[in-house]
């Protein structure tokens, strides 16, 4: 039975007007079917798209994308906040995987960060509090949102064609007529988070439809994000994020070795292709070694961290600190020539994250007491799914990347200059993709196995 009436709210990642994420915005107002809002639906059926599938059409909001200023900066609770959920989420979705199967793994705390601050612009009471503190550091919704928006406006801004990350939100709601989405909800998406926003019949033609809009999105890295839709799910809110950046230094052809030695998480030699070179930029703490190797443009790096002889990769990720990460990134120095060797690899990996999340905090948002009043005016939802996939390629000449993330809703059933050191990536380690202005890592991955696809 139905535990919560709504009162008054969507991919995969929103203006909140001048109040309190906690309360309801001034002036917020039902989302009617009106020429302002929503395209009517015509008399007749809409042909099928050739992108998108069945009769989808999308949602017209008088709104536009607000970028944010390229001399605004992100908040420093903000940044910390996201920082420790990145970790947080990082060690939490690829345990299993590393422990059980020694998996290489992906994950896009970013991606997850849109698509799921996209959800919480609908949250309330409870729900919302959850997600806030899980997510930034218990930062309110306008300031989130507005940082958000700050980290999509820079990425675009900063594009060349030697680097680039690409970032892009949609929200599919099921075409209903008792269906109606809060006007302020479809505000905050659009206007912070660029959200397309499309109704769509929730048949096998809107599965092809997203999936083909993720793969358009990601450049065709991840095709398929979704299988169906269960049960009484009714929104799915998608992110995508592609990333495609050359080295700063690309490794020339004599720092290429073929035929070199890995031994993988299972204490297997196995053969792989080493990229050779000195770097100059070196990471350490008392558990790992590494080095910081720059995309071109320094918007991007890459960051190897190799944990120390003897201990085990999933030990490593699961007894890493909140701000591990991000203070192996900022301790970084120049002071030593660094020998590297890194494995040349290339894999996909994918999860639920929808456990993750809940044992993380977020708790209510899956639940019957879910209170997402903020996003539909007449129907109680809940998170029903959270499906992430990944996708990355690194070369001598760069890295390809990509990560899609879908948040599916449900109606609820109511060293001194000179000196050398040398970190040889020859046994599992983790990496990370670094944001270098925010210091965020946009990716987070092991190696367990450079072989393995």
């Known amino acids: 039975m139905l535990k919560r009436f709504i009162s008054a709210v969507i991919a995969i990642t929103m203006v909140m007007g001048m109040c309190s994420c906690s309360e309801q915005p001034s002036g917020s107002e039902p989302m009617q079917p009106s020429s302002q809002i929503v395209q009517p639906m015509p008399s007749e059926p809409v042909e099928p798209s050739s992108d998108l599938g069945g009769n989808t059409v999308q949602l017209t909001a008088d709104y536009n994308f607000s970028p944010a200023q390229s001399s605004e900066k992100n908040d420093s609770d903000f940044v910390n906040g996201i920082s420790e959920f990145s970790v947080e989420l990082f060690k939490n979705s690829v345990k ?266 977020i708790k209510d948002a899956f639940s019957d007491d879910a209170d997402f009043s903020k996003m539909f005016d007449n129907n109680s939802t809940a998170i029903s799914r959270v499906i992430h996939k990944t996708h990355i390629e690194l070369d001598a000449k760069g890295t390809k990347a990509a990560a899609a993330t879908a948040v599916l809703m449900k109606e609820n059933a109511v060293a001194v200059a000179g000196e050398f050191k040398q970190v040889i990536l020859d046994r599992p380690f983790v990496y990370a993709i670094m944001d270098t202005t925010t210091g965020l890592p946009v990716f987070l991955g092991t190696v367990c196995d450079p072989g393995e696809q």
């Open 96 to 361: 299993q995987d590393l422990v059980s199967d020694a998996k290489n793994t992906l994950v896009s705390p970013e991606s997850v960060a849109f698509a799921l601050g996209m959800t919480m612009n609908g949250a309330n009471g409870n729900t919302l509090k959850q997600m806030q503190d899980v997510m930034c550091g218990g930062v309110e919704t306008v300031k989130f949102n507005k940082n958000m928006n700050l980290l999509i406006s820079n990425a675009h801004n900063n594009n060349t064609e030697d680097s680039k990350l690409n970032i892009a939100n949609s929200v599919w709601v099921k075409d209903r007529n008792d269906l109606v989405l809060n006007k302020q909800f479809a505000k905050n998406c659009k206007e912070h988070f660029n959200a397309e926003m499309f109704k769509a019949p929730f048949d096998s033609s809107t599965v092809a439809g997203i999936n083909s809009w993720v793969n358009e999105k990601t450049d065709k890295m991840i095709p398929k994000l979704i299988d169906n839709f269960q049960g009484s799910e009714i929104m799915c809110l998608v992110n995508c994020i592609a990333f495609d950046s050359k080295w700063e230094k690309e490794y020339e052809q004599e720092q290429i070795s073929e035929n070199q030695k890995f031994t993988n998480a299972k204490n297997n030699v196995v053969d792989c292709t080493m990229l050779c070179s000195n770097e100059d930029i070196y990471v350490q703490n008392n558990r790992a070694t590494g080095f910081v190797k720059n995309y071109k443009g320094g918007k991007y790096a890459f960051m190897a961290v190799l944990p120390n002889e003897g201990t085990d990769i999933g030990n490593y990720v699961a007894s890493m600190s909140k701000d591990e990460i991000a203070n192996l990134y900022e301790s970084r120095t120049a002071k030593y020539d660094v020998i590297t060797r890194l494995p040349k690899f290339s894999y996909d990996y994918s999860t639920d994250l929808s456990n993750t999340l809940y044992k993380m905090g």
